[in-house]
C-alpha cells in the first residue's frame, strides 16, 4: 500500500450514491493521507463490482483498492444454488482479502432467520477452508451468531466484527475470542452510540480497526456539517480524532496501530514488505 496513515477497512463503494463522483471519492480519500480502501461485498453482484472496481482503478491508483466477497444476511434468502462456488472463484482473485460481509441480523429480518443461519454458516466454513479472514455482521443476534463462530475460532487466520455496536459482555466475548473490532462513525453519535463510547476504551489496540461504512454512519462531529448526508473514507479522520477524545491515546499511535492491524488482518502489501 502507499505511504499514508489510516486505512478505511470498511466501505461500499459500490453503492449507486457514489455513482457520480466515485473516483473523486477515491481522491478526497488519498488527499487526508488514507492508504487503502477496503470495497465490501454484500452479494455475490455486488462482489463482483467491488473486485471490478478494484482492477479498473488499479492502474490509477496502484496497491490501494482492496475488497470483500460474500453474502449480507440481508440478502441471505436471495442467494443461487451456486452462490459458494461463485463467492470461491471470487476469493480467488488477487484484490480479494476476506470473506464477507456475512453474519446475522435479526433486527429487520430482510431474510429469514433460518437461510441466514445457513448463508452463514456456509460462508464461515468458506473462509475456513480457503483460509481466509471473515469480516463480520452482526445485530440482534448475538448469541446464535458467536455460537456459529466458536468452532472456527483459530481455524480462520482472522475474524473481523465489523460495525461493532454491541455491549460490553459482547464485547468481552469478541476480544476473548481474539477477533478484531471495527469501529465507525456510530461512535460519533451521543444519542445512540453512548453504550459504545462508554466501552471503548476497553479495546486492545492492537485488536482495532476502523471503518466509515460508508455511505452510512456519517460522523456527527463533522464541522462545518457537510451539505450531503452521504459518508465518505475521507471522513476516517473523525472517527480517529473521536477515539483518541474518549480514549486519550494519541491519535498518531492509534493510526500507525490500526493500519498495522488492517495490514495483517488482511494481507495487505506492506506486510509482505515488511516480512
Known amino acids: 500500500m502507499n505511504k499514508g496513515t489510516l486505512i478505511d477497512i470498511g466501505v461500499n463503494l459500490t453503492n449507486k450514491r457514489f455513482d457520480k463522483d466515485r473516483e473523486a471519492v477515491i481522491l478526497r480519500a488519498q488527499a487526508v493521507a488514507l492508504s487503502g480502501l477496503l470495497i465490501t461485498g454484500t452479494s455475490v453482484e455486488e462482489s463482483q463490482k467491488a473486485l471490478a472496481l478494484c482492477q479498473q482503478y488499479q492502474e490509477i491508483f496502484p496497491d490501494f483498492l482492496y475488497s470483500t ?3 449480507h444476511p440481508h440478502d441471505a434468502d436471495h442467494v443461487s444454488i451456486d452462490y459458494i462456488e461463485q463467492l470461491q472463484q471470487l476469493a480467488m482473485q488477487a484484490p480479494v482479502k476476506a470473506i464477507g460481509e456475512c453474519g446475522l441480523d435479526f433486527n429487520r429480518n430482510f431474510s429469514a432467520p433460518a437461510q441466514q443461519v445457513k448463508v452463514f454458516s456456509e460462508q464461515v466454513a468458506l473462509a475456513a477452508k480457503l483460509q481466509m479472514p471473515l469480516f463480520l455482521h452482526q445485530r440482534d443476534a448475538f448469541e446464535p ?5 466458536s468452532p472456527y475460532l483459530g481455524k480462520v487466520p482472522a475474524m473481523v466484527s465489523h460495525c461493532f455496536t454491541g455491549e460490553k459482555n459482547e464485547l468481552t466475548q469478541c476480544i476473548e475470542a481474539d477477533m478484531y473490532i ?4 456510530w461512535l460519533c453519535d451521543e444519542r445512540r ?4 463510547r462508554d466501552i471503548v476504551s476497553l479495546i486492545p489496540l492492537n485488536r482495532l480497526l476502523i471503518e466509515t461504512d460508508a455511505p452510512y454512519l456519517t460522523p ?5 456539517k457537510p451539505k450531503s448526508s452521504r459518508n465518505e473514507p475521507s471522513y476516517l479522520p473523525y472517527i480517529l480524532k473521536e477515539i483518541a477524545s474518549i480514549t486519550g491515546l494519541d491519535q498518531e499511535e492509534i493510526a500507525w496501530q490500526t493500519s498495522r492491524n488492517a495490514e495483517k488482518v488482511f494481507n495487505f502489501p506492506t506486510m509482505k514488505e515488511l516480512a
Not at 471495527?182 to 462513525?185: A, E, F, L, M, N
Not at 452510540?193 to 459504545?196: A, K, N, T, Y
Not at 456527527?220 to 462545518?224: E, F, L, S
Open 220 to 224: 456527527r462531529t463533522i464541522r462545518p
Open 69 to 71: 466477497a460474500g453474502v
Open 145 to 149: 451468531w458467536f455460537n456459529i463462530l
Open 182 to 185: 471495527g469501529i465507525t462513525g
Open 193 to 196: 452510540g453512548q453504550i459504545l
